[in-house]
């Protein structure tokens, strides 16, 4: 009796605490699960198109999704704004092309072969429409020597152009249409213009089946110059947008759909005529002087220092003991010119102009060109090592000066050539005998006829009849030469000689 209690006892025992185990177990809460991948559909959009970032100062910047409506609003305003121009151009040839030495009058007689031809061709560009009257912004190098211009708009109406007036120095021209309905472009500041910001290019490349084609980049420099003629006033927007030929005088926009540029030229590798991702642009602020003047004068009035001028490299740095590479050297003062009458002379740098800090060459011309006439402005001079404030009041630029002067202490001519005054900096430039006289070549045109012949630190001492020992005996001796050959003398180191030079068409 004993023994089946004491059995019943422990079996009940075991049973309880069998209970309390699966009990205990049945009670804990289950392991956490790791899910690597979830192929349910949720109602949210994926993230990548929600992706916002806050700056430091919890401040949102733009989506993917702001950036993308961004360029889908700009191309929708800006788009009828851009023009696409067909130009007709009649280019003159000479009958006999293969045989350039021989007599065209002979060719003429035995072959058939008139002397000079003519043919007509087409050239293909853009414009932007800056005004509800029909004023329309382009290149010079897009109309210039047009027998007809053709302008088509977006909804593929078409007019004939005049021209307003062109200016070859900044590669900018004004033509007009008489339409109405007309969309005009907002003009925005390219000085505010960042490295690195978003730009846009519209244009018609390569044929006009291909208007208004719209292509994205960034703002990759400013500033750029000697791109096209270092005898032109440059300061070009570079950007890699796509830009190809037939974009030129298209508009190059910000962010904000805003006009920043008149896209202008491409960097090309040897054969190759197309987009690299160098492009350059005008900028708008030059452009706005510009084409203010052509509208209302058929000019473009500039304003003139009377000094030629040379970047400050890193050996004339050195040689004038400068701290800076910044600014411009002086390399002549023009006589009577309003630098001359404030006191400015030959070796003085400047640094400022007008409250500015100088770059370079070209930006003191931009800076002086876009000034008022007459106007009287503050200009900080480094001379002798110490600073100095000088009051010049500015003058139109004349003419001839327009044609001669240019941004490297030159006088360009058609010779494709540039040539300076002889000063203390150019004979130890060129080791050049300080008693020599004649005019020296800092610059020639690699494709000129010059470039065959002379090189740089050449000395010119007559041209013609006449003896050469200024720029002025110079720009005479030039205008007084009638025939297409002019015969001059070169002194090179111990040798003289002479070399007969063909004016460039």
Known sequence: MDRKRITLISGSLLLVLLGIVIGQM???????????????????SPAFMQASYVTADNSRLPSIVDLNEAFVNIAENVNPSVVTIITTKVVKLRGNQMFPGFDDDFFYRFFGVPPEAERRGTALGCGVIVDKKGYILTNNHVVEQGTEILVR???????????IGTDP???????????????????????ALRIGEWVLAIGSPFSDNLDHTVTAGIVSAKGRSNIINSRNYESFIQTDAAINPGNSGGALVNIHGELVGINTAIATSGQAVGNLGIGFAIPVNLAKKVMTDLIKHGKVI???????????DDPTAKAMKLENRSGVLVGSVVKDGPAK????????VIIEFDGIKVKNVSHLQILVSNSEVGKEKEVVIIRGKKKKRIKVKLEELPGSIDQTTTQTLSSTTKLGLDVEELTPYLTRQY??????????????????????????????????????ESMDDYNIALEEAADEYILVLIKRRDATFFITLKFDE
């Open 153 to 163: 708009l977006i909804d593929n109406r078409e007019y004939e152009a005049e021209i």
């Open 169 to 191: 120095k900044s590669d900018l021209a004004v033509i007009k249409i008489k339409a109405g309905d007309l969309k005009p472009v907002i003009l925005g500041d390219s000085d």
């Open 341 to 348: 009458k404030s006191g400015l002379k030959i070796q003085d």
């Open 431 to 468: 080791r050049i005998d300080p008693n020599e006289s004649g005019v020296v070549i800092t610059q020639i045109e690699k494709d000129s006829e010059a470039a065959k012949a002379l090189r740089p630190g050449d000395l010119i001492q007559r041209i013609g009849d006449i003896d050469i």
């Open 26 to 44: 049945f009670s804990q809460s289950k392991p956490e699960r790791v899910v690597l991948y979830e192929n349910t559909e949720k109602e949210s």
């Open 302 to 312: 500039r304003a003139w220092l009377g000094v030629t001028i040379q970047n400050i």
